[in-house]
């Protein structure tokens, strides 16, 4: 057989859509979350494969995984080489030798204000050396702190209390919200659009500060998906950089 030795460009499709009818659904649902790329290593024989393989290719298959799925990939390897040699069309003469997983890199994307002092350089540098390593999860007390001296030091600047008549400091959302009214009572923020998310993110502080406690490593907890971690702090970070936009806006 003339052999044409192409890759068609629908393998992933085709993969997760004979996997699923085949009864491997799991397996199916994680190969569609995943990037996969193959190359032509060349004459089977030469890349090690063995049998009636002469005249055939041998290809490498790369696929960028989640991370929480990559170990169950690796689990499943040989059925998938054996599911990837079904799919190729009987005419392209491919045979997998190799497949090999690797983590995807999320860009979470968030910025946050960079303020010179010693211990907010820190802050920032930890913050950003998780989200570096895709590590989101790690984010979530270290933000909460920085989220806690942000807000605090805005407070203390306008002249807002962030203490009780006992001296107990008050939490993030109450904080949130003395600042969203004096922005409000200032004429600070102009659009309906505006004052009424920097109330809904009152409710939305507390709820972080409830995640921080029962959800991160700052104690001894179960752990948020890495999903879950980068939106949670995507969302804190959107408000605390729309802070920090206003706040400029008040010194032209």
Known sequence: MDYTYAIPGNVKQTLVATLKANGFTKLSDVIAMCQINFTDVGYAYYAGLT?????KHAIDCVLNAPEEHCQYIVSCKNTLSKWIDIVMPTN???LCRN???IPSIVDIGIELPQITADNWETLYKDIMQAISRNEPTLVIDRLHTFTVMYLRGLCQ???????NDRDESYP??????SLSKHYSDNKNIQSEFSKQTLK??????????????????AHDNEILSNAEACYAIKMVSATICFLHEIERNLLI
Do not use: C, P, Q
Request: proline fraction near 0%.
């Open 92 to 94: 392209s003469g491919l």
């Open 99 to 101: 497949i090999t997983v």
């Open 172 to 177: 993030i959302h109450s904080l949130m919200g």
């Open 157 to 163: 600047d306008k002249g807002i209390a962030v203490k």
């Open 51 to 55: 049998g009636d393989v002469w005249d």
């Open 200 to 217: 809904m993110s009152i409710s939305l502080f507390e709820k972080y500060n409830d995640l921080r406690n029962k959800n991160s490593y």
